[in-house]
């Protein structure tokens, strides 16, 4: 019913740029804060920047100063602008909200299916 879908992952040269894309669907009620994690193989998944409902962002040491996340309430998005990437920021990058479905005080984390970021040259 209720799902997020990212958008915006790709191959990218290190230095380089993307911006993702993540975008709730179905009946919703409210949500709550919204995020991005990451992931890369052999290692944990580790928060890359979250945000809450009332547009306030925290990031993950190691890419402050280099990424920025947005939230566009009115189209239950957020995105996540990557600037100066590096090899190191190669990972498969999920979204994450609290999402009220009915009860607007009940909230379901949901993930969504996860975009590929790899970053090489």
């Known amino acids: 019913q209720v799902q997020l879908v990212e958008s915006g992952g790709g191959l990218v040269q290190p230095g380089g740029s993307l911006r993702l894309s993540c975008a709730a669907s179905?009946?919703?009620?409210?949500?709550?804060?919204m995020g991005w994690y990451r992931q890369a193989p052999g290692k944990e998944r580790e928060l890359v920047a979250l945000?809450?409902?009332?547009?306030?962002?925290n990031y993950g040491d190691s890419v402050k100063g280099r990424f920025t996340v947005s939230r566009d309430n009115a189209k239950n998005a957020v995105y996540l602008q990557m600037n100066s990437l590096k090899p190191e920021d190669t990972a498969v990058y999920h979204c994450?909200?609290?999402?009220?479905?009915?009860?607007?005080?009940?909230?379901?984390?949901?993930w969504g299916q996860g975009t590929q970021v790899t970053v090489s040259s």
């Open positions: 945000i809450t409902s009332g547009g306030h962002p």
């Open positions: 994450n909200a609290l999402v009220a479905i009915t009860d607007p005080r009940s909230f379901t984390n949901i």
């Open positions: 179905g009946s919703i009620s409210t949500i709550n804060d």
